[in-house]
């Protein structure tokens, strides 16, 4: 069988590697955050910023005019990673110190969405994204603001996951040393929600606050 080629393919470790859509999807789903990189002038950036999936596409959005806005908006390259940590894997040797996770790497290029009702969904899919089922209880979004927005999609196609588990992988010979190994689970909680100083008297907090659970909340979205 012939070797996948591409960008997107992983090389090292494969067999860590995944191009499921189901496992790419859920973690893009799961991912508050990615981190964007492009070239401009022969200057690499890399810029953290918020994204959502529609369907087959990452969506990333921001105020117009931004320098990486403008670069998506131009249908040039970028890379996208999106990174989950799932925790310390200790192991009896500096060297076979690992971590548990699972990423996303991306590779596309922009298209940018300029039909008013696709932007105001595509504005939907970032907050529900985060909060689900939060959209529709927020003051509608005014053509100013739909207007001051840039975003982008870019198509889920040339996409790979790389997954970690399990305990560490020592060397054969330092399984008998008297050194504690193991794994240090990690993950994103929820803190004690605050209400706002200034919240009006009498406003409940919607379940979707109350209940929230990052690892979990997309999938009621
Ligand atoms: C939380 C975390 C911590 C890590 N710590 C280290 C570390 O300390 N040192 C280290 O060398 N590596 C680390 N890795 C692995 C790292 O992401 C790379 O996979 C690895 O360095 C190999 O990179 P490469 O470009 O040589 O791989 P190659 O296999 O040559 O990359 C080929 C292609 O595979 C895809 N790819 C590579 N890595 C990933 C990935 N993680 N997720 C999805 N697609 C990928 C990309 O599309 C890339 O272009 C870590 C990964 C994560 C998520």
Redesign the pocket.
């Known amino acids: 069988m012939a070797k996948p080629e591409?960008?997107?393919?992983?090389?090292?470790?494969?067999k860590?590697?995944d191009y499921d859509r189901e496992t790419i999807n859920a973690i893009l789903d799961e991912g508050m955050i990615c981190h964007v990189s492009f070239v401009v002038d022969g200057q690499p950036f890399m810029i953290p910023t918020i994204h959502a999936r529609d369907g087959d596409h990452v969506l990333l959005h921001g105020l117009k005019g931004g320098r990486m806005l403008k670069h998506l908006e131009a249908g040039h390259d970028v890379?996208i990673?999106v990174?989950?940590?799932d925790g310390l894997v200790l192991a009896r040797s500096a060297f076979h110190h690992?971590?548990n996770?699972?990423?996303?790497?991306?590779?596309g290029k922009g298209q940018e969405i300029t039909d008013e009702e696709a932007k105001m969904a595509a504005m939907k899919r970032f907050v529900d994204h985060l909060t689900p089922n939060r959209w529709d209880s927020l003051r509608p979004v005014t053509d100013k603001e739909i207007k001051a927005t840039s975003i982008v999609a870019i198509s889920i196609d040339?996409?790979?996951?790389?997954v970690?588990t399990g305990p560490p992988s020592d060397d054969d010979e330092d399984y008998e040393l008297p050194i504690w190994a193991g794994l240090l689970p990690l993950s994103l909680t929820a803190g004690e929600v605050e209400d706002d100083p200034v919240l009006n008297a009498g406003i409940e907090r919607p379940d979707h606050v109350e209940g929230f659970d990052p690892a979990t909340r997309y999938k009621n979205s």
Request: proline content about 3%; hydrophobic content about 50%; some cysteine.
């Open positions: 591409g960008r997107h393919i992983v090389k090292r470790l494969p860590r590697a890379c990673a990174t989950l940590l690992s971590m996770y699972r990423s996303v790497v991306l590779f040339e996409v790979a996951a790389k970690r």
